[in-house]
């Protein structure tokens, strides 16, 4: 078992076929047993991006339709979701006035160093998974092991 941070940029490629599909499919799929961590923000920004691909005419309504409901599903049952809450907020703002990350990603950022801390006693690693350079950058910075779906 391992435990893994999703950011937004990485899990939509469980909703939508792209680079990076197979690997996001192979650590989250249930028989690896991994520990799948998410920002509750993560769902609205995946919504989102679904939608504006159907708009954009990248997803027919169908693949749309299927890939929200599976989101939905997902967010019920497969991840571990961590709550936006003041307690959160405050290193977000840290992260992102030192490293000059996007409010979001400051805020992913801020709930994966959570994720990695509530594991240090244990010896068990935390890995980004993010194709966010920025992010993954600011992310090494704070120590968190990190890997970017799009180099494979």
């Not at 939508?16 to 998410?38: C, K, M, W």
């Not at 703002?93 to 994966?112: F, M, N, P, S």
């Not at 994720?115 to 950058?137: F, M, P, Q």
């Amino acid at each position: 078992m391992a435990a893994y941070f999703f950011d937004s940029s990485a899990l939509a490629k469980m909703y939508v076929a792209e680079t990076g599909t197979a690997l996001v499919q192979s650590i989250v799929d249930p028989s690896a047993s991994n520990e799948i961590y998410v920002a509750h923000i993560t769902r609205v920004e995946l919504a989102s991006a679904i939608a504006r691909r159907q708009r954009a005419g990248d997803l027919t309504s169908g693949a749309a339709a299927g890939a929200l409901s599976d989101l939905r599903s997902d967010f019920v049952s497969e991840y571990s979701i961590l709550q936006i809450t003041a307690k959160l907020i405050s290193p977000a703002c840290t992260v992102a006035e030192k490293h000059a990350l996007r409010g979001y990603d400051a805020v992913q950022l801020a709930a994966a160093v959570q994720v990695k801390a509530a594991y240090a006693a244990t010896g068990l690693y935390v890995t980004l998974v993010s194709a966010d350079l920025d992010l993954n950058r600011a992310a090494m910075a704070e120590g968190l092991a990190v890997d970017n779906p799009n180099t494979h």
